[in-house]
C-alpha cells in the first residue's frame, strides 16, 4: 500500500548522511551480538574526545553526538525549543552561513534521532538536503549507500551504522575536493550546536548537572583546538566576525576555568584507523563563570542562526 510518509522519510533519507557528518566524527561501528546502537553508546564515551585531522594537523574535538547521549544519561528530557528552527533555512545566502548552520542542523538532526523523534527528524532532513544541494556537497555519496539507507529509514540501530560510514565518505570527499574550509565550519557549527544544548540543559531540569558542567570545563581546550582550525581561513570573507567571537570566548570567560590534567598514553585501533585520548581532565567551572560562558554561547550561536 502506498504511504506518502514512508516515502518521503525514504526520498530524505539519503541525506541523512550529510547532516550527521558533524555529529559522527570518527564513529564506527562493529558487528556482535549487541545492537548497533548500543555498541554506538559505548564507543561515545563521555568522558573522551576523538582526534580529528583536517588539513594533516591533528585536532582534539568532541562531536555532537557524545553531548546529546550524554544529556540522554544526566536525563535531560527532550527540547524541541534549543534546536534551530528549520524554517531559518532561507535566511542563510552565504556559503560560510550554510556550512556552519550545516553544522548546527546536523546536531540537531543527531539529537532528534538519539531522541526517537520521528516526525522532527522528517523536517530536518528536508532542511539538510537543501544546504547540502546548495554547498555542492551531493556527490559524496555513492548509489549503493543511498539505496541502504533508503531500505533501513526505520531501522534506527542500522541507521547509526550507516550515518558512521557516512561520515566516513563525506569527510573524505570535502578533503578531496579541496574544501577543507567547508569541513572546519561544519565541525565548527555541530560543536557550536553542542555546546549551547549543553548550556542550556544545565540551566534546566536535570538530576545530576555535574557531567554537564564538567564537559563544559573541558571545551576550554576544545575551544582553543578550533579556534586553530579556523585561524588560516580568518581573512576569507564571512570567517572574521566569528572566529573574533571566539577568540574572545576563549580569551575571557574560558580563560577562567582551571583545568586538572592527567595524562594516559592514546590507544589505536588499527583496524578502523581510531585514535582515542585517553587522558582525563578535572575541570572548576564556578558558577558565575558559568552563567557567562551560557551567555557568550548563546550569543555566538543565535547569531549563526538568525
Known sequence: ?????????????????????????????TGNNKSELEQEAEKIDSNKSNIVSVGGTMFSIPSPIQTSMLLKKSGAPYSKAILNVPANVSKYSTAVKKALNLGIYGADLGYVILYQQTQDAI????????????????????????????????????????????????????????????????????????????????????????????????????????????????????????????????????DKVEVKYNYVKPTTDEVNKITTINSTTETIVTPEILKNISEKIAIIRNSLVQ
Open 123 to 254: 523536517g530536518y532532513l528536508s532542511t539538510v538536503k537543501k544546504l547540502g544541494d546548495e554547498l555542492g556537497v551531493s556527490g559524496a555519496f555513492s548509489e549503493s549507500l543511498l539505496k541502504r539507507f533508503e531500505k533501513n529509514m526505520d531501522k534506527q540501530d542500522s541507521l547509526m551504522n550507516l550515518s558512521s560510514e557516512a561520515f566516513r565518505s563525506s569527510d573524505a570527499y570535502l578533503k578531496n575536493n579541496e574544501r577543507l574550509d567547508a569541513s572546519a565550519l561544519i565541525i565548527a557549527g555541530g560543536w557550536i550546536e553542542g555546546l549551547y544544548f549543553t548550556t542550556q540543559m544545565v540551566n534546566g531540569k536535570v538530576k545530576d548537572k555535574t557531567p554537564l558542567i564538567q564537559r563544559i570545563g573541558e571545551q576550554k581546550n576544545t575551544l582553543d583546538n578550533l579556534i586553530k582550525l579556523l585561524t588560516p581561513y580568518y581573512q576569507q570573507e564571512g570567517y572574521t566576525e566569528f572566529i573574533d567571537a571566539l577568540i574572545d570566548l576563549a580569551s575571557t570567560e574560558f
Open 1 to 29: 500500500m502506498f504511504n506518502k510518509n514512508n516515502m518521503q522519510i525514504k526520498k530524505l533519507g539519503s541525506w541523512l548522511c550529510i547532516g550527521l557528518l558533524p555529529a559522527l566524527i570518527l564513529v564506527s561501528c
